[in-house]
């Protein structure tokens, strides 16, 4: 019986997940997760899979990166903005009047 996905010889990772992305009657394009030990093991890992007839690497992604898709922070606001009158005190020109105070009296 044949183990899919095949063992990679050396440099040997953690397989975590495999999900098929898309199917053509040409091909399958697969995400592959693959666990390494660090980023040079990452690098060697991928070079391994490059290194393999048939198979064509299209992108590679460390954890990190793809933490940082889309951003992490997120503004939101104390008050409910309902109306674009609500805005317009929350934002310029109704801050302006709030710098102005804290200019003309910094202690409160």
């Known amino acids: 019986m044949e183990k899919w996905p095949p063992p990679l010889a050396e440099p040997a990772g953690d ?3 495999i999900d ?3 199917v ?3 091909f399958i394009i697969r995400d ?3 666990n390494a030990a660090s980023s040079e093991h990452g690098e060697l890992i991928v070079q391994a899979v490059r290194d393999v007839d048939g198979i064509e690497v299209i992108n590679v992604s460390g954890r990190t ?3 940082h898709i889309g951003g992490k922070i997120e503004v939101v606001s104390k008050l409910p903005l309902k109306t674009r009158a609500d805005l ?3 934002c310029t ?3 302006a009047r709030i710098c102005e105070a804290i200019y003309q009296d910094p202690v409160n």
Request: charged share 5%; net charge negative; no cysteine.
């Open 15 to 17: 397989i975590g997940a």
């Open 20 to 22: 098929i992305v898309s």
């Open 24 to 26: 053509s009657s040409d």
């Open 32 to 34: 592959i997760t693959v």
């Open 65 to 67: 990166l793809l933490m």
């Open 88 to 90: 317009s005190m929350a």
């Open 93 to 95: 020109p109704g801050v």
